[in-house]
């Protein structure tokens, strides 16, 4: 299976990475944008090439991953010619698979996955749908691979993702509020940093329908966590989380684009 990639970057890296540790496919065709990012992959892997266009990328791979942004989806293939026998996977956000389809006909197969950038090291979730065969062999690996019923289901599942920046503005404001009171900014922010990893890891030790117990799990009556969520919880803090999420879910491709109204 060879594989092709349009559009490398951030999570196009980590894929990359993660396939290449994993010992992926035998040869993986970069697009050459963006340029840095392709030459530094096809630098320091020998099975990793880095093509002068887009179509190339495209006649040398059986399976293609689109990873641009949604808006650059129709100038980046314009002109491009796809085979029956290819399966595209879209890692573009909030752009549905008929839609895909459409502009990469006649490939008959497509998927979208939403990959984290923490494939390179093969953990975080993995979004497909649907679970077309190859493609759950290739990438299984590279994560907890989560299989949507539907794409509505994929849709709501990934605005989850959402969150990743304000996990790391709250991790940020905990560090800040130490250093705030003079404890020294190297021990705030590994205190913090180790406390959240270390959370995270033991929640996905427990089963799913333990979950919900984990917070009262890890409060005493009248202690510090306790008196915490409720201030938060009083304050409409983890209502708002949800109200974030649910701003998503009406978004459309081109809602995603550089410049687009937030």
């Given at each position: 299976m060879r594989l092709g990639f349009i559009g490398v970057g951030t999570i196009?890296?980590?894929?990359?990475?993660?396939?290449?540790?994993?010992?992926?496919?035998?040869?993986?065709?970069?697009?050459?944008?963006?340029?840095?990012?392709?030459?530094?992959?096809?630098?320091?892997?020998?099975?990793?090439?880095?093509?002068?266009?887009?179509?190339?990328?495209?006649?040398?791979?059986?399976?293609?991953?689109?990873?641009?942004?949604?808006?650059?989806?129709?100038?980046?293939?314009?002109?491009?010619?796809?085979?029956?026998?290819?399966?595209v996977v879209s890692f573009a956000a909030a752009v549905t698979c008929a839609e895909v389809a459409a502009v990469v006909a006649p490939a008959a197969s497509v998927c979208r996955m939403t990959p984290l950038p923490t494939v390179a090291q093969a953990r975080g979730p993995i979004l497909l749908y649907p679970p077309i065969g190859p493609v759950v062999d290739l990438f299984g690996g590279l994560g907890d691979l989560i299989l949507p019923s539907s794409e509505a289901e994929l849709r709501d599942l990934a605005c989850a993702s959402g969150f990743m920046s304000s996990f790391f503005e709250l991790q940020s404001a905990l560090?800040?509020?130490?250093?705030?009171?003079?404890?020294?900014?190297?021990?705030?922010?590994?205190?913090?940093?180790?406390?959240?990893?270390?959370?995270?890891?033991?929640?996905?030790?427990?089963?799913?329908?333990?979950?919900?117990?984990?917070?009262?799990?890890?409060?005493?009556?009248?202690?510090?966590?306790?008196?915490?969520r409720r201030t938060l919880t009083q304050q409409g803090w983890f209502a708002a989380a949800g109200h974030a999420l649910a701003s998503l879910q009406t978004l459309k491709g081109a809602d995603l684009t550089e410049g687009a109204k937030v």
């Amino acid at each position: 299976m060879r594989l092709g990639f349009i559009g490398v970057g951030t999570i196009t890296e980590a894929v990359v990475i993660g396939l290449q540790d994993a010992k992926g496919p035998a040869a993986i065709h970069l697009s050459p944008r963006s340029e840095a990012t392709s030459r530094r992959l096809a630098s320091a892997y020998p099975s990793v090439f880095r093509e002068e266009s887009n179509a190339a990328v495209v006649e040398k791979s059986d399976m293609v991953v689109l990873a641009m942004r949604p808006g650059q989806i129709g100038e980046a293939l314009f002109g491009v010619r796809f085979r029956p026998s290819q399966i595209v996977v879209s890692f573009a956000a909030a752009v549905t698979c008929a839609e895909v389809a459409a502009v990469v006909a006649p490939a008959a197969s497509v998927c979208r996955m939403t990959p984290l950038p923490t494939v390179a090291q093969a953990r975080g979730p993995i979004l497909l749908y649907p679970p077309i065969g190859p493609v759950v062999d290739l990438f299984g690996g590279l994560g907890d691979l989560i299989l949507p019923s539907s794409e509505a289901e994929l849709r709501d599942l990934a605005c989850a993702s959402g969150f990743m920046s304000s996990f790391f503005e709250l991790q940020s404001a905990l560090a800040g509020w130490l250093v705030e009171h003079e404890v020294d900014r190297a021990k705030a922010s590994l205190y913090v940093r180790s406390m959240l990893a270390a959370l995270g890891d033991l929640a996905l030790d427990v089963p799913a329908e333990e979950t919900d117990a984990l917070a009262p799990g890890h409060e005493t009556k009248g202690g510090l966590n306790e008196r915490v969520r409720r201030t938060l919880t009083q304050q409409g803090w983890f209502a708002a989380a949800g109200h974030a999420l649910a701003s998503l879910q009406t978004l459309k491709g081109a809602d995603l684009t550089e410049g687009a109204k937030v």
